[in-house]
């Protein structure tokens, strides 16, 4: 390429090449160049080399920096000086000037500046400054509503601090993140974070989720290796980490080379640029609807012009009225209704200890139809204790006391220590001695091995001195096992533990508990097997333990068959309390729930029963080793049925999360760990269980954090996110129900030779007082009793379907029509252009939209009910408040001259109560008849076991 130019303008991209190069080489040139993979000429001239083609040893050289040791403390001080701290700076949020811009862009407030400019140039400077006062309310309310929830959502983003471990001066040091700068060499290991861009020194089966880089969730297998091509993209750099991704398995160490906005993630933050955030799919549909709806009453302003004009009205008349519909039919509220409705249901999930990290995350809880959970720590405490021990044909049930069920002599009390030994040898916990006393640091595992160990005296600290690790095998995709070298006066000593299936195929001998050996037989392999599955139906994790020594420099390896079998240990993990309560709403509420876990299928067995998982039917349980020959059509199918998945690995987890997807189906997952992160980040909505300041990975990728650590967050959640979805339907319901009655009652009154049956200002009037307050009222709507007995939405739904738009009609005929008569009785008693019959009519339209607002608030429930919903009492107040306003004008004379109505008498007080309440009786009565033609439209077992319903 001799030339690049591109055009701000409009947005092209001028290249010019070598005919002879093609066009492929080039495409994928600018690709890198976007996404942040390769470096523009002059964007970064200090970034440094491309790292990923360098051997360790001349990275280290590179940066100035010891492989063993590190860097000195002083130079760590200088080079963070001089770098500065190894932080991301935060997009900025919107501006205030940015939000109350917004808010008259839309097409339904450009018609109103519209009717204003109309209305000064035909002489209603008065109503153009109505119409301009309702802009700015709108204005200011949508303005207050957005900038709250932009300050939600940003302070959502606020994190706990970060530690990292790093070589300094050859000591490993905790020190924060912010402090890392390049040359520090890091160790990494499965759960951690990354911090900064390095270079692998060494890695031991080291896999890295690089999903916020690449996308691709499925975790890569890293290596050490030097890289001879120069523009590799970042998923192709396998000796290299990345900042924010996530180590899946393995460990390994590294040398960083870049820090703060130098990181990969960094350049992806300046390329991205943006500082608003993305819109909902509801939010994008209610723009949609304002703008057909704002299209429609343009046409209907058409229609009134016509016929008024046929009829030999005044033009100027006719256009001012024209004017005054499109003021009064637009629904200008509309697009901040569903930033209002979000930020409420934002907040309440807060206080009740849910945290909400993006808005579209509420809308899509509303339509989840599968829930899959994480079993350790998510549908379990993850707090593990050692309940059985077997070794040999004995067996070791442990109480408080850590006494044993059979008498102990000297060999079984040998035989135990030697177990528990090796399982605090193969072991990544450690111990901290603090004010409080000894704390645990590692996986809850690693932790109730060596506590258990403790508790029987075994002097934990001692041990790993008198036996130093050489070399370590974590557990990983490919081995489910983890595996110690430790030296040993005249040898090497081997500790394993983990799959009981894969650490007895590579044994030769079995330990008793006498210290005698026997060989292991196919018909003993097959017995240690059921004993396995045994223990794994009592709901227990189960281990399988073995060690082996060998004299000289060579150790025991993995991959042979020398190793000594030790015995079973089978942990207990108590479930999380409330969850069978949990998964019985989940099913009431039309939602599949899924068990994913990495026990065996025993286990799973168990803990499914224990917990209800399929209620009181039999679970289906599905092994992840079936899945490998499954498509992923196959995969879907066999989910939509399965209750639990066994054995599954995090890449099968997503693969399980991905198929239900293709399949239409909207998955959330819930999990707790970085097994869980894969699936975590390629479900529709995440949910991570703990507390905000945890830094672990599933904290960091998921959408929702059930911040009070309890499952019972996830059922307020689902129900806040119908809710709120509900709520902004009846608004919309609302909305588009009273505009159009207005819009039917001018028409109406056109039509049959009367005119306008209102006045322009008196329909400002109405748009004021009974638009924008009863749709707020309705969006802090309780959730009615019975939404988590109801099928979830679809995921697709239009807001207003085709048999609703016939009964909104029908419901704004209802209201129109009740104004119509009232105008008409009153013409009949006072002529057409009397005050009086303007102030009827005016009074009784106004009273029919306040009260069609209790109508909204239930398509279900009707006021005839035998039991009425709880009140709503800030939609109460609104209506009480506004009717209070509304008969305040007919006392106040300037009021009544700026509205151009007048006093009425008692019989006209009785004909306009009837016109305003009328309606609403009538509604209700046909809301109570269509619930008992169409029957109860609450969620059953039957429907359920007949797959999923329609929404209701």
């Excluded at 590179?62 to 002083?74: I, Q, R, V, W, Y």
């Excluded at 637009?330 to 849910?354: C, D, N, Q, S, Y």
């Excluded at 609703?804 to 252009?833: N, P």
């Excluded at 300037?894 to 006093?903: Q, V």
Aim: charge should be neutral; proline fraction near 4%.
């Amino acid at each position: 390429m001799s030339s690049i130019t591109a055009s701000d303008l409009t947005g092209n991209v001028v290249v010019q090449f070598d005919a002879t190069s093609g066009l492929d080489p080039i495409i994928d040139y600018l690709a890198a160049l976007l996404r942040g993979e390769i470096i523009a000429p002059g964007e970064m001239p200090d970034a440094g080399p491309e790292w990923h083609t360098l051997s360790p040893k001349q990275s280290c050289f590179k940066l100035e920096a010891s492989a063993d040791a590190g860097l000195p403390g002083d130079e760590a001080r200088r080079r963070l000086a001089s770098t500065g701290p190894n932080i991301l700076e935060n997009i900025q949020p919107r501006s205030r000037a940015s939000i109350l811009a917004d808010q008259f862009q839309s097409l339904p407030v450009a018609m109103l500046l519209g009717a204003a400019s109309v209305s000064i140039l035909t002489g209603g400077a008065f109503e153009a400054a109505v119409i301009l006062a309702v802009v700015g309310l709108n204005a200011v309310i949508g303005y207050q509503t957005e900038s709250r929830a932009e300050r939600t959502i940003q302070s959502l983003g606020a994190k706990g601090p970060q530690t990292a471990q790093i070589m300094r001066g050859g000591v490993i040091a905790t020190v924060p993140v912010q402090q890392i700068v390049p040359g520090d060499v890091l160790t990494v290991q499965r759960g951690d974070v990354v911090p900064a861009d390095a270079r692998l020194l060494n890695e031991e089966a080291l896999t890295v989720s690089e999903a916020l880089l690449t996308g691709e969730s499925a975790p890569i297998q890293k290596t050490v290796g030097a890289i001879e091509r120069m523009n590799v993209p970042l998923g192709s750099r396998s000796n290299m980490i990345y900042r924010g991704t996530i180590v899946t398995g393995g460990g390994g160490r590294a040398i960083v080379v870049a820090t703060g906005s130098l990181t990969q993630a960094g350049r992806i933050q300046r390329l991205v640029g943006a500082t608003f955030s993305p819109e909902t799919p509801l939010q994008r549909e209610l723009k949609k609807l304002g703008q057909r709806l704002g299209w429609l009453t343009l046409g209907t302003c058409a229609v009134l012009f016509s016929l008024g004009w046929l009829r030999g009205i005044g033009l100027l008349q006719m256009a001012r009225s024209a004017i005054s519909v499109a003021v009064a039919a637009v629904p200008e509220g509309l697009p901040m209704v569903a930033t209002t409705t979000f930020a409420l249901g934002i907040e309440k999930l807060r206080r009740e200890g849910v945290l909400i990290r993006k808005l579209d995350a509420v809308e899509t809880l509303a339509a989840a139809r599968v829930v899959c959970f994480d079993k350790t720590g998510t549908l379990t405490l993850g707090h593990i204790d050692v309940d059985t021990i077997r070794i040999g044909d004995n067996a070791y049930s442990i109480n408080e006391d850590w006494a044993y069920s059979i008498n102990e002599d000297w060999g079984a009390q040998k035989a135990l220590r030697n177990l528990l030994e090796v399982c605090c040898l193969c072991n990544d916990a450690e111990i901290v001695q603090t004010e409080e006393g000894l704390r645990l640091n590692g996986s809850p595992t690693d932790g109730c091995l060596v506590q258990a160990a403790l508790d029987r005296g075994v002097d934990v600290a001692s041990l790993r001195k008198r036996f130093a690790r050489i070399s370590v095998q974590r557990r990983s995709e490919t081995y489910r096992f983890m595996v110690t070298q430790h030296a040993m006066e005249d040898g090497t000593l081997t500790a394993m533990k983990g799959s009981p299936k894969e650490v007895l195929a590579r044994c030769r001998i079995e330990i008793l508990p006498d210290g005698t050996e026997r060989e292991l037989t196919p018909e003993r392999r097959a017995a240690i097997g059921k004993v396995n599955l045994e223990m794994a139906s009592q709901a227990l994790r189960v281990l399988g333990v073995a060690r082996g020594q060998a004299t000289g420099s060579k150790p025991n390896g993995h991959n042979g068959r020398d190793l000594a079998w030790l015995g079973l240990v089978g942990m207990a993990d108590q479930v999380r309390p409330g969850t069978s309560e949990l998964l019985s709403q989940l099913h009431g509420a039309g939602i599949q729930t899924i068990m994913l876990t990495g026990d065996q299928k025993a286990t799973a067995a168990a803990v499914s029963e224990l917990i209800g998982l399929n209620g009181r039917g039999e679970v289906e349980i599905v092994d992840g080793a079936d899945l490998e020959d499954m498509s992923s059509g196959e995969l879907a199918q066999t989910a939509r049925r399965a209750h639990a998945f066994s054995r599954v690995s995090p890449a099968q987890k997503l693969q399980i999360v991905r198929s239900l997807q293709e399949a239409g189906v909207t998955v959330a997952m819930v999990g707790d760990g970085v097994n869980d992160g894969p699936a975590l980040k390629a479900a529709d909505v995440g949910v991570a269980i703990g507390q905000q300041q945890s830094m672990n990975a599933a904290g960091e990728i998921a959408d929702v954090i059930i911040h009070t650590g309890g499952l019972g967050g996830l059922a307020t959640a689902i129900e806040t996110g119908r809710t709120t979805h509900r709520n902004i339907r009846k608004t919309i319901r609302y909305l588009v129900s009273t505009n159009l009655s207005e819009v039917l009652l001018v028409l109406a009154g056109t039509s049959v030779g009367i005119g306008a049956p209102l006045s322009p200002m008196q329909l400002l009037w109405i748009n004021l007082i009974s638009d924008v307050l009863p749709g707020i009222g309705l969006a802090m709507e309780a959730p009615e009793p019975d939404i988590l007995r109801q099928a979830p939405k679809e995921d697709h739904t239009a807001i207003l379907r085709r048999g609703e738009i016939g009964r909104l009609a029908a419901q704004s005929a209802i209201i129109s029509g009740g104004a119509m008569a009232v105008s008409l009785l009153g013409a009949t008693r006072y002529g057409l252009d009397s005050p009086i019959t303007r102030t009827m009519t005016f009074e009784s339209l106004v009273m029919a939209q306040l009260l069609h607002a209790i109508t909204s608030r239930s398509d279900r429930h009707s006021l005839f009910d035998r039991s009425p919903r709880p009140p709503n009492r800030a939609l109460s107040l609104i209506i009480g408040g506004s009717m209070a306003v509304q008969a305040g004008c007919l006392l106040i004379p300037f009021f009544r001259r700026l509205l151009g109505i007048a006093p009425i008498t008692g019989i006209d007080a009785i004909i306009t109560l009837a016109g305003g309440t009328l309606p609403f009786l009538a509604m209700e009565w046909m809301k109570s008849r269509r619930d008992t033609v169409d029957g109860e439209l609450v969620w059953t077992r039957a429907k359920e076991q007949a797959n999923l319903p329609a929404p209701v």
